[in-house]
């Protein structure tokens, strides 16, 4: 669900595009894309293979909505932007809900991105440490 107030809405279609596009980059980044460097410190993540980027089946349906239209004071349209709130707000929800997804198990922490590599070793270091009696 995402709820964003841009001002004054010339065209819902481009307004909606743009909520739901931030919403996206902020999955993709929560999930998926990372600058991976070698000990040479070369990029190895420098093409569309090997830099994942997520596609629409990917990314999950959305729900969006806008709150009353408050017009900017700043430009005679009242025009605001739009598409921030998904992009910032959208990487720590999405964390936080892997990590809420597998707390019961003594995960409290994961990187960004939480690859599915990320999170069976976030598993694995709470196994570890709950077998250790809990010390790190």
């Not at 841009?6 to 999930?31: D, F, K, R, S, Y």
């Not at 990917?58 to 921030?84: A, I, R």
């Amino acid at each position: 669900m995402a709820v964003d107030d841009c001002g004054t809405i010339i065209n819902p279609m481009i307004v909606e595009g743009q909520i739901q596009g931030g919403i996206a980059q902020g999955v993709a980044e929560a999930l998926y894309e990372e600058a991976i460097y070698d000990e040479s410190g070369n990029l190895t993540t420098s093409t569309m293979t090997q830099y994942l980027v997520p596609s629409a089946t990917e990314v999950p349906s959305m729900v969006t909505d806008h709150s009353q239209e408050t017009p900017s004071t700043t430009n005679p349209l009242g025009v605001k932007g739009v598409g921030e709130t998904g992009t910032i707000a959208s990487p720590p929800a999405v964390v936080n809900a892997v990590i809420d997804a597998v707390s019961h198990l003594g995960v409290t922490a994961i990187e960004k991105p939480a690859s599915p590599e990320r999170v069976w070793r976030a598993i694995q270091d709470a196994k570890a440490r709950d077998a250790q009696g809990g010390a790190a």
